[in-house]
């Protein structure tokens, strides 16, 4: 089983629309949970991170379901500029001071006019 | 805003030479950390360092790989004798020391070609 399984997507969708991300991972110990966001051949970059009570930042809403190992990521009224790789990371190890970073292999979305 | 840089941005080499990646972290970040990607795959972990050392390492990282931090700045990834399955994206990382949820900051990669 994959560490981070992702939609394999792509998601081709309309300026305005609301796009969902889902996202499983199998280390049931992983401690932390992100959204990353990647333009293409660009570095990724953190879009935001995933608190076990859910949390949102602006238009972005994401989830994290300990039980079920699942994350998703929503995003409302879509903008051209959305269009881009998001990538659901999670950290193993414990506390602030080890871990690394355990990348899924992303969905790509495509925002349309 | 201080940001991670690597150089070069892209590199060129024939398979079996050595090549040197160099990764300037932002100034206090305490952890330090390697992937790659290559085209059209996932990013994928090589290595992490902190107090000058090697904290963690995956499978990829094997005996073609070191890092050194050589002085207060930079942060180098070299690889011995270059594969053409190398050929990827090299993205350097760093952090600064905090909670759980404490942001790692990539740079902008350096391609790597092997040819």
């Given at each position: 089983r994959k560490e981070v399984e992702q939609d394999p997507g792509p998601f081709n969708v309309p300026e305005g629309a609301t796009v969902?991300?889902?996202?499983?991972?199998?280390?049931?110990?992983?401690?932390?949970f992100f959204w990353y966001r990647q333009d293409c051949r660009k570095e990724p970059k953190l879009l935001m991170s995933v608190y076990s009570?859910?949390?949102?930042?602006?238009?972005f809403t994401a989830q994290l379901n300990r039980a079920s190992q699942y994350i998703s990521l929503l995003i409302r009224d879509s903008k051209?500029?959305?269009?881009?790789?998001?990538?659901?990371?999670?950290?193993?190890?414990?506390?602030?001071?080890?871990?690394?970073l355990i990348f899924g292999k992303g969905t790509k979305l495509s925002v349309k006019p | 805003?201080?940001?991670?840089?690597?150089?070069?941005?892209?590199?060129?080499?024939?398979?079996?030479?050595?090549?040197?990646?160099?990764?300037?972290?932002?100034?206090?970040?305490?952890?330090?950390y390697?992937?790659?990607?290559?085209?059209?795959?996932?990013?994928?972990?090589?290595?992490?360092?902190?107090?000058?050392?090697?904290?963690?390492?995956?499978?990829?990282?094997?005996?073609q790989?070191?890092?050194?931090?050589?002085?207060?700045?930079?942060?180098t990834l070299k690889i011995r004798s270059t594969k053409l399955e190398d050929s990827a994206m090299y993205f350097c990382a760093s952090r600064r020391q905090?909670?759980?949820?404490?942001?790692?900051?990539?740079?902008?990669?350096?391609?790597?070609?092997?040819?």
């Open positions: 969902a991300f889902n996202c499983t991972y199998s280390n049931s110990a992983s401690q932390s009570s859910g949390n949102e930042d602006g238009r051209l500029s959305d269009s881009a790789t998001y990538l659901c990371v999670v950290k193993t190890g414990y506390g602030g001071s080890q871990g690394n | 805003e201080p940001e991670v840089t690597q150089t070069p941005s892209h590199q060129v080499t024939q398979m079996g030479q050595e090549v040197i990646l160099r990764c300037v972290p932002i100034s206090n970040h305490l952890y330090f390697w992937y790659r990607q290559i085209l059209g795959q996932k990013v994928e972990f090589l290595v992490s360092f902190y107090n000058n050392e090697i904290s963690e390492k995956s499978e990829i990282f094997d005996d790989f070191s890092v050194e931090r050589p002085d207060g700045s930079n942060f905090g909670d759980w949820n404490t942001e790692a900051f990539f740079g902008q990669g350096t391609r790597l070609t092997v040819v």
